[in-house]
């Protein structure tokens, strides 16, 4: 199991930066994958980055790349989510997520953090 325990959100002006971080209780065995997922109201939730536990490649929507950064500490099973240059179309509530496959789809992570809002204002 994997439980996991998100920090960090709040709100900004555009043009500014919050860092969030997930904190990972894991109990079984096995690589996972780790991503942030975002969910604006009234839309489905869409993958933001994915870093892989396997080989620490990553992955970035096209709408975040360049001013989002997805790292992982292994040591202290944390992971995190440096956003810059933040926009107000980023605002919306972000997930972290925990699953056994690469991918950007929703439905491939089994395990969810609680969900930090991050609002942005122009």
């Known amino acids: 199991q994997v439980q996991l325990v998100e920090s960090g959100g709040g709100s900004v002006q555009a043009g500014g930066s919050l860092t969030l971080s997930c904190a990972a209780s894991?109990?079984?065995?096995?690589?996972?994958?780790m991503a942030w997922f975002r969910q604006a109201p009234g839309m489905e939730r869409q993958g933001v980055a994915i870093?892989?536990?396997?080989?620490?490649?990553?992955w970035y929507a096209a709408s975040v790349k360049g001013r989002f950064t997805i790292s992982e500490d292994s040591a202290e099973k944390r992971l995190y989510l440096q956003m810059n240059t933040l926009k107000p179309e980023d605002t919306g509530t972000y997930y972290c997520?925990?699953?056994?496959?690469?991918?950007?789809?929703?439905?491939?992570?089994?395990?969810w953090g609680q969900g930090a809002q991050v609002t942005v204002s122009s």
């Open positions: 997520a925990f699953g056994k496959a690469f991918s950007s789809r929703a439905a491939d992570y089994k395990f």
């Open positions: 894991i109990s079984s065995s096995g690589t996972y994958h």
């Open positions: 870093i892989s536990g396997r080989n620490g490649h990553t």
